[in-house]
């Protein structure tokens, strides 16, 4: 079993191991035609239920063929023109270079004597991106998971911060105030277009899903900051505490950006912690043409960029950055074995000393591959593309009379619906979006995605391949037109 093993001695198998599987991959990539096959749970769960895992095929090749048959032949494949779906990127090649040097390398980004050099690059990184974004000289950060993790981290320091500072207050005031005591009166405040891992975060700080104040939207699916106002207001006047303020910079369904100067005020007004959530909308950091789309970021208190979503990156790869280095220490804990107090009094560069995960991927290093082969104007142009997609495409949404499109997209998305020619029930209009993308989804020819705007079912193109073009828009649309009819029709039918 030790001729497994990755080292000295299996040099030569580990190249070859490698190069068969890049080859298999290679070889679906060239000859994709659908962004994946169509196949249903129930078709392919058996498949895989039935392989018995105490039994291995030792060969690498042989697994290989069957992985072919549970997983490569059926993926969904992002990088195809007509996968519209999530928020899924296709991902550049330095990057995959990347991936395969870290995983065979398999450095840990917990501590400096596991890391060495991966550790300076992360940190060389996390201060490249705080100076896109414009935090200033104190800033810091840490690569992350995903944006839920960036999200949920940047607003545990948020909620110690706030009780830091109104505990202190109190104590100067006569008062003491306990953590417990003050916990239940803090409040989060966000759009109601924002990320739901806001809600989620709410809940795992022991705060409830009560604590989040859900903030309207103006018709651009903008927060509505002269709502913003009075609900900070109203807050402070019933003896509550604003803790944080959440802008989105670039919302999932309709990619829109808060007005971050004004929110930028509001918060300063109210001392409360001001968190961005540009997991979307990070691509406008490297933006040869619409950087100013970010403008007010600058004066966040915390920001979560997703690289996995618009720099092209394989999950996963995202980052939390904070404008005071300092308020990384509330999650900060020093264990004897791992990370002592004395490694920071000597100045030794323990990244898990602002995580809040211990063993960590050396993610950073595809990032660091792709601005080392493209640079960050290559990147950026990728993303502009992909805007100017999205605007080619709402041209022809509006001008479809079987559809109507909610708004005018800022970054990369389109949310729209089916509209027959013809007075359709509402349930049974909604019915039928849902109907077209489930049909087109199980034909294998396209993907898109679904969500309710005021309370009714739409459509959604997620636009971030700059290989789709506005051949594919149409054509795609054609389809969800004719699978749409088609329900329509035979449910009319059967009506009457």
């Known amino acids: 079993m030790r001729s497994h093993l990755l080292n000295e001695t299996t040099a030569d198998l580990y190249r070859r191991s490698v190069t068969e599987g890049v080859d298999r991959v290679a070889a679906k990539l060239a000859t994709t035609e659908r962004p994946h096959t169509g196949i249903s749970v129930d078709e392919l769960a058996p498949v895989i239920n039935g392989i018995d895992l105490d039994k291995p095929l030792a060969d690498a090749a042989a697994v290989l063929d069957e992985l072919e048959d549970v997983y490569l032949r059926d993926a969904v ?33 917990d501590t400096w004597d596991q890391s060495i050099g991966g550790t300076l690059i992360e940190r060389r990184l996390i201060d490249w991106t705080a100076q896109r974004i414009g935090l200033g000289p104190a800033a810091d950060g840490i690569f992350t998971s995903g944006g839920s993790q960036s999200n949920f981290h940047a607003l545990l320091l948020a909620r110690d911060e706030a009780c830091r500072i109104v505990m202190k207050r109190a104590l100067e ?23 739901f891992s806001v809600q989620k975060s709410a809940a795992m ?12 939207v103006d018709r651009n699916r903008r927060m509505d900051t002269a709502v913003l106002a009075l609900e900070l207001e109203e807050c402070a006047a019933e003896g509550l505490f604003p803790m944080a303020v959440v802008a989105t910079a670039g919302t999932t369904d309709f990619g829109s950006i808060d007005p971050l100067p004004e929110i930028a005020r509001l918060t300063a007004e109210h001392s409360a912690w001001m968190h961005v959530d540009a997991a979307y909308g990070c691509g406008l950091l490297v933006s040869p043409t619409r950087r100013h789309l970010l403008d007010g970021i600058e004066h966040a208190d915390s920001v979560t960029v997703d690289y996995h979503k618009s720099f092209f990156q394989p999950v996963s790869s995202s980052a939390m950055l904070v404008r005071d280095r300092d308020t990384l220490k509330h999650a900060t804990y020093h264990a004897d074995y791992l990370n002592p107090r004395r490694m920071a009094e000597e100045r030794i560069p323990n990244q898990v000393d602002k995580s809040i995960q211990t063993t960590r991927r050396f993610d950073a290093l595809k990032l660091w591959m792709t601005l080392r082969v493209m640079g960050a104007d290559g ?118």
Do not use: M
């Open 77 to 109: 494949y992002f990088h195809h023109p007509r996968y519209l779906g999530h928020l899924n990127c296709p991902v550049v090649i330095p990057a995959v270079l990347g991936e395969a040097v870290l995983s065979a390398v398999n450095s840990s980004l």
């Open 205 to 216: 700080l022991g705060l409830g899903y009560e604590a989040v104040i859900s903030v309207p």
């Open 379 to 496: 990147l950026g142009s990728l993303f502009d593309e992909v805007i100017d997609l999205a605007a080619a495409g709402w041209d022809i949404i509006d001008a479809d009379p079987r559809f109507e499109v909610v708004v005018k997209p800022q970054i990369s998305t389109l949310v729209f619906r089916f509209l027959p020619g013809l007075e359709v029930p509402a349930d049974l209009l909604d019915e039928a979006q849902l109907h077209a993308r489930k049909a087109l989804f199980a034909s294998g020819e396209a993907v898109v995605a679904g969500t309710k705007v005021d309370g009714k079912q739409y459509l959604k193109f997620t636009l971030l391949n700059p290989q789709t073009t506005t051949a594919d828009i149409a054509a795609v649309l054609d389809l969800l037109a004719a699978h749409a009819e088609q329900f329509l029709g035979e449910s009319l039918a059967v009506h009457h």
């Open 173 to 195: 005031e006569g008062t003491e105030l306990t953590k417990a005591e003050l916990l239940p009166k803090l409040r989060i405040f966000t759009s109601e277009a924002s990320h």
